[in-house]
């Protein structure tokens, strides 16, 4: 008897859990170019990379 309520119960989990999950992709937050302006504000260097978008470095303070 459990098996039979809780079938329909699980069924609508499922299409709840399905229908939540877009497929819309969403680009960046920021351009490279807003983040560069950031990382220069900041006092970095901006270091542009094709495979993950770039990152900001920073010269430690041991190396002054």
Do not use: I, K, N
């Not at 069924?11 to 950031?38: D, H, I, M, R, T």
């Amino acid at each position: 008897m459990r098996s039979r309520a809780a079938a329909p119960a699980g069924g609508l989990l499922v299409v709840a859990l399905l229908a939540g999950c877009g497929s819309v992709a969403f680009g960046p937050a920021y351009s490279e170019e807003e983040q560069a302006q950031y990382c220069a504000l900041r006092g970095g260097w901006w270091r542009p990379d094709t495979g993950w978008g770039g990152h900001c470095e920073f010269e430690g303070a041991g190396f002054l």
